[in-house]
């Protein structure tokens, strides 16, 4: 089974300030690893995704996600965060064994409140 | 291109009650998924769909039914709602074939409450 852990509810952080949300995973095999971003009342858009390659991905809006597998975690950062940035944020991660089809499985979702 | 729409956005139900939850999608993707979000818990799947004709359960299937009869559509049928299944409903879809790692889209979502 595979599961993904953000182990922050809440994330705050002053604007122009580094940000980084958390998150943490377990899959069987080798990960397929994802992160979304919720504004309020919107779905969910696609910020980046980990399939293989380079530890570090770049995204939209200037984030960028660092893989570490010896860790298992998949942490999202930006150098310098926006007001527009406060929103819940999702890892998901995915198994590459193909018969689990394209099924995600969500953290709990992180909270950022960037302030002024 | 519509890209994911949901219908309704807002519902609210009696328990007991039964409806469907609307999801379309206009990019052709094969794979098509339901989610539920509810506080401190992430999106949790219910059901999901390989193609046209196939579907099968997530993480919580009880109380939902769910058919696949052409490629942009994926219904979710609340049998007798009960006041567990308030929570705000997403619809997803995506390709399966090429990179295996294919993004998911998101529909705007359908807040509903059963009283």
């Known amino acids: 089974a595979q599961s993904v852990a953000q182990p922050e509810d809440q994330v705050n952080v002053a604007e122009g300030n580094p940000l980084t949300v958390k998150c943490t995973y377990s899959?069987?095999?080798?990960?397929?690893l994802f992160w979304y971003v919720q504004y309020p009342n919107r779905g969910l858009q696609f910020l980046l995704k980990?399939?293989?390659?380079?530890?570090l991905v770049k995204g939209s809006y200037g984030f960028e996600a660092e893989f570490n597998k010896s860790q298992t975690s998949f942490h999202l950062k930006k150098p310098s965060a926006l007001v527009s940035d406060s929103a819940l944020y999702f890892c998901?991660?995915?198994?590459?064994?193909?018969?689990?089809?394209?099924?995600?499985?969500f953290g709990g979702g992180t909270r950022v409140l960037v302030k002024p | 291109n519509a890209g994911v729409t949901q219908t309704p956005k807002f519902q609210v139900l009696k328990t007991g009650q039964s409806m469907t939850l609307q999801c379309a999608q206009d990019?052709?993707?094969?794979?098509m998924s339901w989610y539920r979000q509810d506080p401190g818990m992430g999106l949790r799947l219910i059901h999901y769909?390989?193609?046209?004709?196939?579907?099968d359960q997530g993480e919580v299937p009880n109380g939902y039914n769910v058919s696949r009869s052409t490629t942009e559509d994926f219904p979710l049928r609340l049998l007798s709602a009960a006041p567990s299944q308030t929570s705000v409903y997403f619809c997803?879809?995506?390709?399966?074939?090429?990179?295996?790692?294919?993004?998911?889209?998101f529909g705007p979502g359908t807040r509903l409450t059963v009283l």
């Open positions: 997803a879809s995506s390709y399966l074939g090429g990179s295996p790692a294919d993004t998911q889209y």
């Open positions: 899959v069987s095999g080798n990960p397929y």
């Open positions: 980990y399939i293989t390659g380079d530890n």
């Open positions: 998901a991660v995915r198994d590459m064994i193909k018969a689990a089809g394209n099924k995600l499985t």
């Open positions: 990019m052709n993707h094969e794979y």
């Open positions: 769909s390989v193609g046209a004709g196939i579907t």
